[in-house]
């Protein structure tokens, strides 16, 4: 799976991803991810990459010539057009399925925005889809896109130690993910569940869906809705202690 991602920060891309599983990953081959500074691909010898808007209005916009140029740069040697992706709010609103639809494009290039945005023109000759992670404003497009390499990366074969992994995880499922515990079996007077001590693993594989539809219904109804198939028996064994 391959990553190019055009920014005027890419100092701290390249940090994010040289981190955790996600530098593990690139170190070992098993993702590609570039970062370009669009400042780099200006020809104004200041190395300026924004102007004022036309027709008025606050803040700057950034112009379409150095992140053309930037892309050319990323797609002249290829035979293809790679999948292009601006983080914006106006987007689609980024979840888990449309990470495995990215991670099916096998490269993907995300243009990250600053300022008031990007020129409309750049968008309509570039862009193949524009994507939101949340109905909020950030300063511009680095941590989206962070988001969206982290989410889609997991997904990519070998990146993580199994498909369980992720399938096994809030959201994928369809559900949340029902509570975890570890040592000391008693922490500040309270205690394990003792099914998840009983060795009985059908026992535990029920309580644990029980749970993760109980959480589910309490916290996150809306997913319940959106996934209508997944099984929502909820019964509890009455000999349980909590």
Not at 213 to 219: F, P, Y
Request: charged letters at 25%; aromatic letters at 8%.
């Amino acid at each position: 799976m391959r990553f190019d991602i055009m920014t005027l920060f890419p100092e701290m891309m390249d940090t994010i991803f040289s981190q955790s599983i996600i530098g593990r990953a690139r170190s070992s081959g098993y993702i590609e991810i570039n970062c370009y500074n669009i400042r780099d691909y200006s020809t104004d010898k200041h190395r300026k990459v924004d102007d004022t808007p036309y027709g008025g209005g606050r803040g700057m916009l950034m112009a379409p010539e150095p992140i053309y140029n930037c892309y050319a740069a990323i797609t002249e040697s290829l035979g293809y057009k790679p999948y292009t992706v601006y983080l914006s709010p106006k987007g689609r609103l980024f979840d888990q399925n449309t990470a495995a639809q990215l991670k099916e494009k096998g490269h993907v290039i995300l243009l990250c925005g600053h300022y008031e945005g990007v020129d409309e023109r750049i968008i309509e000759e570039i862009v193949d889809e524009e994507i939101s992670i949340g109905n909020y404003v950030l300063t511009g497009g680095e941590l989206p896109a962070a988001v969206v390499v982290d989410c889609v990366s997991r997904l990519v074969d070998k990146v993580l130690p199994a498909d369980e992994c992720f399938t096994d995880e809030s959201i994928y499922s369809g559900l949340l993910e029902y509570p975890q515990y570890t040592r000391p079996p008693i922490f500040h007077g309270k205690a394990v569940p003792e099914v998840l001590s009983s060795g009985n693993h059908a026992r535990i594989a029920k309580w644990r869906h029980e749970q993760a539809v109980r959480l589910t219904l309490d916290k996150r109804p809306d997913l319940i809705c959106n996934n209508m198939g997944t099984e929502v028996d909820i019964k509890p064994e009455r000999h349980e202690k909590t």
